[in-house]
């Protein structure tokens, strides 16, 4: 069975749950286990939804993987937006995409900007409406 490592991000304690784990993992510690389906146990939705809230981050085999992934709604009217991403780290990668925008514009770059921000920075401003796809990644 795989072994998978939960690293708790949040101020307060949090249960992960899974079709095949449950655990208490205290605020800003971490608890490692056993599953028998990494991919099944990740797809959980109530994982996804702490992972998504910025809130646990997971280690597979040693190699780090995505902390936070969402959608950040933006309303135009500049060529940059910020997004609160708890935990975000200066060594993190960032990755973003328009996931859909008014103006024909483009993402220039996402990077961390300042504690628990990353800042998307886009070729003009995207308009009304705009939604950019973001993952982060702990190497």
């Known amino acids: 069975m795989p072994s998978i490592t939960a690293y708790n991000l949040h101020s307060g304690p949090l249960t992960v749950p899974g079709g095949y784990y449950s655990s208490l993992i205290p605020a800003n510690q971490s608890a490692s286990f056993d599953v028998p389906d990494i ?5 959980d939705t109530r994982v996804a939804a702490e992972v998504t809230a910025g809130r ?18 933006y309303g135009g009217g500049a060529a940059s937006t910020t997004a609160t991403v708890t935990g975000v780290a200066a060594t993190d990668i960032v990755l973003a995409t328009l996931n859909a925008s008014t103006n024909a514009v483009y993402v220039e770059k996402a990077v961390r900007t300042a ?6 920075t886009f070729s003009a401003d995207p308009g009304a409406s705009t939604t950019v796809a973001l993952v982060v990644f702990r190497p």
């Open 115 to 120: 504690a628990n921000t990353v800042t998307i």
């Open 56 to 73: 646990l981050r997971f280690e597979y085999g040693g190699k780090g993987t995505a902390f936070y992934t969402g959608l950040v709604a």
């Open 39 to 43: 991919d099944e146990f990740l797809g």
